[in-house]
């Protein structure tokens, strides 16, 4: 199954610990996970470390983030 997990950014925490934790445990049950972020953050490198995809959407210009989402 494709899996997409949104998250605002990958800051210090623990959603992004959250979000590291169900990526690799859906990877290793062989979902396909990507990490979706408006910003990549100091543990963007994580997502790679632990074989986990992601893909950065930063809002546009003029963008709210109620219309970013």
Request: with cysteine; proline share 7%.
């Amino acid at each position: 199954m494709k899996i997409a997990l949104f998250v605002g950014g990958m800051g210090v925490g623990g959603v992004t610990t959250f979000v590291l934790d169900l990526g690799r445990y859906l990877l290793d049950a062989g979902h396909d996970v990507t990490v979706v972020a408006c910003e990549a953050g100091p543990w963007w490198p994580r997502l790679a470390q632990n074989g986990i995809p992601g893909l950065l959407l930063p809002p546009g210009r003029w963008e709210s983030a109620i219309q970013h989402a």
